[in-house]
Every structure is written in C-alpha cells, then in structure tokens.
C-alpha cells in the first residue's frame, strides 16, 4: 500500500469505527471490539508510514481546492509523524483503560462516548498530518466540536458550565485570533502551505511578524498559554479517561503542535530567530510555567492538580518552540511526546483512585499505596517522567530544551525550568509520600476496595512501562526530531 | 428555440400559474401545480446560469421590441447566479410546503397560499431578471403584495401585526423608490439600467441624481431589512407560517440586495459612489452595528424563530458589510453570502417548521430535551447553526474568510474585531439551543420519539447538506460571486 494510502486509511478508520460504534449500541461487547478493531488498524497503518518518514520521504496528498489556492490537503513530515504516533499508539491503550472506567463507574451513554472519542482520534491524525494551514484550523475546530459531547457527558448544570468555558475559550480564541492569523498569514504571504523554512518573505516588517506571532499564540487556545488556559481546568468534569486521551494528549497537544508547526513552517525558525518582535514569547510562556505551577501547588482536586501541572508542560514546548534553537525545537517535538505519555499515565491512576476508592482528593490518598500498590507504582513513574528524573522520558526532553537555552544563552528561561522543576516536585512528590508513607485516616468514609478493574490497570501499567522504555529507546524519536532542524 | 425565451419563460410560467391555482381552488392541485413550476424555475436558472458561463450576458428583448425602448431582460453572472438561489430555495421549500402549511393554515386558504406563494417568486425572479428600473419596481411590489399576504395567514394573530407593520415599510420602500427611478428618469430620459448607466455620466446636473441615489438606496434598505430599518422582519418571519418563513428568509432580503447592488455599481458607481459620498462608510458602519446589536438581540430572544430572525438582520449585515468594503474580495464575500446564507437560513427555518409541527411551539423553555425526541431535526440545526457561526468546513466559513480578507486588504483592523465578535455571538445564540436541546431534561410526560416526518426532514436535510457541501466545493458558490464581483467592480470602471 502506498504511503498516501495509509494516511487516507489512517483517518478514515476510526471514523468508520465511530460509525460500527454506533451502529452496534446494542451490543456493547461487539461496539468495544469495534473500538479496538479500530484503534488497532489506525495504529498499524500510522506504524507502516514510519519508515517512509524516516528515509526523508514525505507523502503528499490533495483531495480539491476549498479556497482557490487552499487546498484540504495533507503531508506528512517528522513533527507530524512524532503527533500522529502518540496519538495512535495511546488510541488503543485508552481504548482498554476507558472499558473499565465506563464500565465500572456504570456511565450513561457509552456509545455516544465511544464515537466521539474515536472520531476526536480522527480529527488529530487529520492535524497531525495537515499540509496547510486551513486544513490544520478545519480539523482543530472539528475536533474542539467534536469533544464537546466528551466534556458535557454528565449533561448536568455543572457540565453545562464547564462546557460554556470549554466552548468559548477554544472557540472564542480561534474563530477570533486563529482565523485572523491565517489570514493575514494568506494576504502577506500569498501561501499558507507548511513550507521547510517557512513563507515569510523578506518584505514583512517586523512589527507584523511581532502581531502575527502573537495571534497564532493566543489564537490556537488548545496551546492553554495564559490567560488563554482556563477551559483546560474546566474540561475536567468530563470522564476520567477523556481528560486522559484528550486533554492531557491529542487535544492539548494538537494545540502545541499546531504552535510548533507554525514557528518552524510558517514563521521559519532561521527567519525569526533574534528578531526584537518574538522575544516576549519566552516571558510569556515562562510565566504561564511558573503560574500554572503554583495554582497545581494549591490545588487540593486530584485532576485539577494534573490540569494546571498540564498547562505547565504546555508551555514547556511552546518556550522550547519560542527559543529558536536547533536543541530546543527537538526537545520540543520530544516533550509533546514524554508528556504525552507521562500525563496519560498519570490521568489513568487519577481515574483509577475514583473508580476504586471514590476518591478525588490530594489529602484522602493517605496510605492508598497499600490497597493499589500497581495504580500507585504507575503513578510514581508518571511523576518522575514530569519531574524530569532518569530513568523516566521527560528527562530526555527536558534536557533538550535546557541545552536549547543554554546554546541560545536564554537565562531566564533556564531559570524557569529550575524553578519548574522544584515546584513539579513539590506538587507531586507529596502524594506520593502521603500514598506510601502516611497511614490511612479512618473518618467513616472508608470502605474495602482493592485495585480499579483489570482493563484500567493494565492500561496503566502499558503507559508506566512506556514511559521507562522511552527513555532507553529515545533514539528513535530523537531521529525524527532531528529532521526537523537537519542536523 | 424554446431555449432562446428561456429568461421570459422564467417569470411567465410562476405569473400564469398563480390564476390557474386560484381557478381550480383545489389546495392539493394548488399544491402540485405549484411544486412543478418551481422545479420548471429551477431548470430554467440552472440552463441560463451555463448559458452565461459559456456565452457571456444574455439580453432577452420582451415582446422582441429593441432595448433600451422596450424591456430588456438581462442575464448576466450577477443576475443568473442570484435566479439559481432564488429557484433552488423555492423548489426545495415547496415539497416541504404541504404537510407544514396543512398543519399551520386553515384548509380553505391552501390554494389562496400557493397562488401567492407563485406569485412572490414570480415576482422575486422578475425583480432579478429584469434589466429595466421601472419592471424593478412592478415585480418588486408583486412579491411585497404576495408577501404580505402569505405572512398574514400564519396562525397566530400576531402575524396579521406583523404583516401590516411589513405592508407600511415595504410600502414607504418601494415609494421611495420608484421616486428615485422617476428622478432618474427625469434625467437621463430611460429606464433601461444598463442605457441609464451610460447616460448618467453625460448628465451635469448632479443634485437630482443624489437626491436619486438617497431615494433608491433607503428605498432598497428599508427592503432589505438594514439595521436600522429592520424592524418589520422578526415579526414577519416570526409569525409566517414556517414554509413561508424558510422561502422569505432565505430570498425577499437577498434579491433586494441585489438590486441595491445593481445600482450603486452598476449604475451610480461610476461617478457617485466612490468619490466623495460617504455612502460606503455609512454602509459599513451600518453593517457593523447590525452585526452586533442583532445579535445581542438574538442572544436573548426566548422565540426560536425570532431568534433566527434577528440572526438573518445580523447576517444581512454580513452581506451589506461586504458590499461597503468595496474591494473583489469584500463583493465576492457579500454574492457568496447571498447564497450561503440563503441556504443556511432556510434550512433552520425548515427544520424549527418540523419542530412547531410536533411540539406546538418554538418558545426555547418548552424545547428542553428536545434532541432525545427529534434527534435527526436537532442535528440538523446544530450543523446549520455552525454555518451561522462560520466554522471551517460550513458555507457560512467561505464568507467569513473573505470578508475578513477584504477588511484586511482595506487594512480595517475595527471591522475584522467586528466579524470576530459576531462569529462569537452567533455561537453564543446557537449555543443556547444546544444547550437547551441536548443539556436539559425533558420535561416528564414528553413524548418519547417523535422525529418531524420525511418530508419535512428531507427537503430539510438536503439544504442542511448544502450547508455542508458548500463549506468544501466551492466551485459553484465562490466562483459564481467572484465572476458576479468582478463584473460589478469592472462596471465601476
């Protein structure tokens, strides 16, 4: 099968999956084997088209013309490879983890939940492998669309609340920012395609460049760059396993992927580097750091701790991506995956607590270890990931965004990792101590339980190993990586 | 030869069918008679859209005497484009028309209502077709006159209110323009609009032909429902019965804005519209207040077509705006809009026509869990209601892009902060049947499932598709406007 082939299928696939999902709600066991059916053949085709990458090839496709010189088009290229890869190797996994969550917490419309999420699946691979920009903003609005049912699943005045923010900060910014940017982008540039060095031309002032950067920042809201952050939080109330997949993997990071593709695609990382106009962005972004941080710090709610410690490693690869260095940009491309896979592993054991335990506290974990002693040994492997401590993938990534900064003599933004660090350790490290160390406080509440389904922590324990292996086997994505700045 | 009287076969077939219908008084033939016609309509424009592809502007002698002494019926990429939305809409809406207006309007006025139903779009593809100033003017009040009588047969009393208040305005309308033809015609000594374009530029006199202007252009505002000249339209559309809603909506406001858009660039542009008059940037402002206030009205109307109907007097602000930006991209966006809001507008007023249907009433507060009962209807105002708000892969997104193109172009940073917050609202309306449809229990003792019957739902859908379809083949729809807007520019020159 041809490269153009696998990337049609890749897409199509789970929309066909959404489709037997649907058509199947009668019977759940077969609507969850559709899913895995699904999961599985996107996985193998995104896994076939890695070679192709690899050996520097980059398949095109052009189905028509919306706009006459604008396309719906796609092209694969190393970062979109690397965001394909995540999206489709996590696909399965929580596939396996959300049939336990659904089932053991005894969820209302699963069905409903099962299509979107598959059809959320396919809008990221369809950004993951977008040739332009307006095929990029078509499917990265979708997707918002598309996870609205996921947050609103309760259908309560509280998922009602949080799906106004959710809408109208994702929404808002991009039907505003976003588009304008595009725009502009096609009125300076004459092209939106994603072109190696970017499209700016030498004529654009920069004071334009400036304006430019700063509504594709602020205007791809999935990006969760403050104030542009708080639907990210608000997106909790939907079922664990959402907030797993999507908003701490393929919606949050179509965000910062989309960021990233747009500094090396559109703006030329050569063409803006040392420019006056893009030099806020590493305070901006290194605030967003810092700020984010602190508020998980304070933050007693399990999965709001993990949303604000989210928006913090967002910010993280858009820092990367804001200091225009060949080490930073791959470190970069490699933090959306070692978080990725961190995060994943951590939302998992968040859910796996409520689905246990009933519980969604920092402070009630005390002593948990001993009752989920699997759902907490993921849990550590995910915090060290984050913090950044070997032998766990986020020290990869850290280390080259920390050289990035280094080589592009950047000290504050190193500063701002050092300080990060500290504070990912200072909100993580203790639940864990409470989890192995405290002693369970009976306040009546207590009831017997053991470990969350099968399904969940063998999810768990996939992402957890995951997450160690990257870091032995960082070789790989560290190669696609460095196509992109072809060192 | 038949195809050669193809542009006056276009008007006569409706014109002769409304007698016929009201000579047979059978509602059911009324009906069949009716629905034929404008299928044949929609032939004929499809025809004469190629025709003029492939051949350029088609000018139809009436009665074969020559202009510019006899009528001329000119056909040309503005005109035949608009006659494909007009004959398009009217032949979806009418399969539909049946079992609506069966439940909605008393079973001794059928036939009364499809005579007029063929008389308005009789006079609504006269009024595009027509290459004479005066035939504007006849066709105009034949579809005002038809109109305000299908509006006045909606059910509810309000909708008597609603269509006197729409027969005083149209009326001041028209008046005012017919003053300013007569003042053209005092001038220029034609009323052929293609002669008078040329004529006016040897006229020296110029005072008269502003005075012309200013008639012709609140004439045609009040006609198309321009903020602040609105307020005959949501009760108009409000209290219609809901196939008369969906064809007015998606039609009387859009042909009239074709006629403004024949006169200001087709026959003032040369000499008056650009240089010196203010005239575009009060067109603009206007547009962009009605794009804002509208829409904050919309935001809190509790009547779902209400609602709708101030989202139309917003999104005619779309079009408008586009017109007063004065560049390719913002008149491709303005004849784009035209047709996509066409489309999008109808198909939401079709769909709430099935809802009225089964639950009596299109209050928001009594529409709570409504998606459980009509799934298939309330999908299908969540995908048109995204063409409303312009997001990617919808027609509403191909206006949208354009217009914030042409403001970028006229480098208007205020107009594009403007579009933006409009999308947003538009959002925020939409949003609140979302709400409402899907986040709401139903009320307990609601029908369980109880979907709008086919053939609501299937004329319906098939525009829900446009809306759709639209959004990614553009071949039609932008390329139509973008030759329409050059052809309009390039009179100008």
């Given at each position: 099968m ?24 009668r ?77 053991g ?30 095929t ?26 949080a ?32 072109t190696?060095?970017?499209?700016l ?47 701490a ?34 305070f ?19 999965k ?12 993280y690869?858009?820092?990367a ?104 350790a ?23 339980h ?31 990586a ?6 | ?36 016609v ?57 399969p ?75 009326t ?198 409504l ?21 990617p892969?919808?027609?509403g ?16 940073w ?41 053939q ?38």
């Amino acid at each position: 099968m041809t490269a153009q082939n696998l990337m049609l299928l890749a897409m199509s696939t789970p929309v066909l999956g959404a489709l037997g999902v649907a058509l199947t709600q009668r019977s759940p066991n077969l609507r969850e084997t559709l899913s895995f059916i699904a999961a599985g053949i996107a996985l193998v085709c995104v896994l076939l088209l890695v070679p192709e990458v690899y050996a520097g090839g980059r398949p095109e496709i052009v189905l028509f013309e919306i706009l006459p010189g604008a396309a719906l088009a796609f092209r694969l290229e190393p970062l979109g490879m690397l965001f394909a890869l995540v999206a489709a190797v996590l696909w399965p996994v929580s596939t396996l983890y959300s049939i336990g969550y659904m089932r053991g917490n005894d969820e209302s419309h699963q069905t409903r939940f099962f299509a979107c999420f598959a059809l959320a699946i396919a809008c990221t691979l369809g950004i993951a492998f977008s040739a332009n920009l307006l095929t990029l903003f078509l499917f990265y609005e979708v997707l918002t669309l598309i996870t609205y049912p996921l947050v609103t699943h309760h259908q309560d005045e509280e998922a009602r609340k949080a799906g106004r923010v959710y809408l109208g900060f994702l929404l808002g910014s991009s039907l505003s920012l976003m588009l304008i940017a595009i725009i502009a982008t096609w009125m300076m540039a004459g092209t939106i395609e994603f072109t190696p060095g970017g499209v700016l031309g030498a004529d654009i002032s920069n004071a334009a460049i400036g304006g430019l950067l700063a509504l594709f920042i602020f205007g791809i809201g999935k990006a969760a760059v403050m104030p542009f952050h708080r639907w990210l939080p608000a997106a909790m109330v939907a079922p664990t396993p959402v907030s797993a997949l999507l908003h701490a993997v393929a919606v949050v990071k179509a965000g910062v992927f989309s960021v990233v593709k747009v500094v090396i695609y559109i703006f030329g990382v050569e063409r803006i580097a040392g420019l006056s106009s893009v030099d806020w962005l590493p305070f901006v972004t290194g605030f967003t750091i810092i700020a984010a941080s602190v508020v998980a710090l304070r933050s007693d709610n399990l999965k709001r701790r993990l949303a604000y410690s989210t928006i913090s490693q967002l910010s993280y690869v858009v820092l990367a991506a804001a200091l225009l260095t060949p080490l930073s940009i791959i470190g970069a491309a490699l933090h959306i995956v070692s978080h990725a896979v961190g995060k994943i592993t951590l939302f998992f054991a968040a859910g796996a607590i409520y689905t246990a335990a009933h519980k969604t506290k920092v402070s009630e974990l005390d002593g948990i270890a001993k009752r989920m002693p699997w759902t907490m040994a993921a849990f550590t492997v995910g915090t060290l990931s984050l913090i950044g401590i070997p032998p766990a993938a986020g020290f990869y990534s850290k280390w080259y965004i920390v050289l990035g900064a280094a080589e592009g003599e950047h000290w504050m933004a190193l500063a701002v990792l050092a300080a990060s660090t500290l504070l990912n350790a200072a909100y993580f490290l203790p639940i864990i101590y409470a989890a192995y160390f405290r002693e369970p406080v009976d306040d009546g509440h207590e009831h017997a339980h053991g470990e969350a389904p099968w399904p969940m922590v063998a999810a768990m324990v996939i992402t957890a190993t995951g997450v160690l292996a990257l870091f032995f086997g960082m070789e790989f994505p560290l190669a696609l990586a460095r196509q992109l700045v072809s060192l | 030869m038949i195809l050669d009287h193809l542009p006056a076969l276009q008007v006569v077939v409706p014109l002769l069918a409304a007698p016929l219908i009201v000579l047979l008084r059978s509602g059911r033939l009324g009906w069949l008679i009716a629905t034929a016609v404008s299928w044949t309509g929609l032939v004929i424009a499809v025809l004469l859209f190629l025709r003029v592809q492939d051949a350029g502007t088609i000018s139809y002698a009436m009665g074969s005497w020559a202009p510019p002494w006899g009528i001329e019926y000119r056909v040309d990429a503005l005109s035949s484009y608009v006659l494909v939305l007009v004959s398009l809409l009217a032949a979806v809406v009418l399969p539909y028309a049946r079992l609506s207006i069966a439940a909605e309007v008393p079973s001794d006025r059928h036939y009364l209502l499809y005579a007029m139903f063929a008389l308005c779009l009789c006079g609504l593809l006269g009024i595009t077709i027509t290459g004479d100033a005066f035939n504007v003017f006849v066709f105009l009040e034949i579809s005002s006159l038809s109109g305000y009588v299908l509006i006045a047969l909606g059910r509810d009393r309000r909708a008597l209110r609603s269509a006197f208040q729409y027969l005083i305005m149209g009326t001041i309308g028209a008046t005012f323009y017919v003053i300013g033809v007569g003042l053209l015609y005092l001038m220029t000594g034609t009323l052929n609009l293609a002669d008078m374009a040329t004529r006016l530029g040897a006229v020296q006199e110029v005072r008269p032909v502003l005075a012309a202007l200013a008639f012709i252009t609140v004439g045609l505002s009040l006609k198309i429902a321009l903020f602040p000249l609105h307020i005959w339209l949501p009760g108009a559309y409000a209290y219609a019965p809901s196939a008369v809603s969906a064809f007015m909506a998606g039609t009387v406001t859009k042909v009239s804005v074709y006629v403004l858009l024949r006169f200001m660039f087709g026959i003032f542009g040369v000499r008056l519209v650009l240089p010196g008059l203010p005239l575009l940037e009060i067109l603009t402002l206007l547009s962009a207040v009605a794009m804002v206030v509208a829409s904050l009205v919309a935001l809190l109307e509790r009547d779902l077509k209400r609602l709708l109907a101030y989202s139309s007097v917003a999104q005619i602000g779309y079009i408008t705006l586009g017109l007063g930006l004065g560049n390719v991209d913002g008149m491709t966006a303005s004849v784009v809009h035209l047709f996509n809001h066409g489309v999008t507008k109808t198909a939401l007023f079709m769909l709430v026509g099935g809802i009225v249907l089964r639950t009596g009433s299109c209050q928001l507060d009594a529409l709570a869990g409504l998606a459980r009962r009509m799934p298939v209807t309330c999908f299908g105002v969540v995908l048109a209601g995204l063409s409303l708000i312009g997001v990617p892969g919808t027609a509403g997104f191909i206006t949208k892009w354009h217009l914030v193109l042409s403001a970028l172009q006229a480098g208007q940073w205020w107009i594009v902060v403007v579009i933006a917050a409009s999308s947003l609202l538009a959002a925020a309306y939409v949003w609140r049947f979302v709400e409402i449809a899907y986040l709401r229990a139903a009320p307990t003792g609601a029908a369980s499932r109880e979907e709008a019957p086919l053939q609501l739902l299937v004329p319906a859908w098939l525009l829900v598709a446009a809306c759709i379809y639209f959004g990614f083949d553009t071949s039609f729809s932008l390329a139509g406007a973008r030759d329409a807007a050059v052809m309009l520019l390039e009179g100008m020159r």
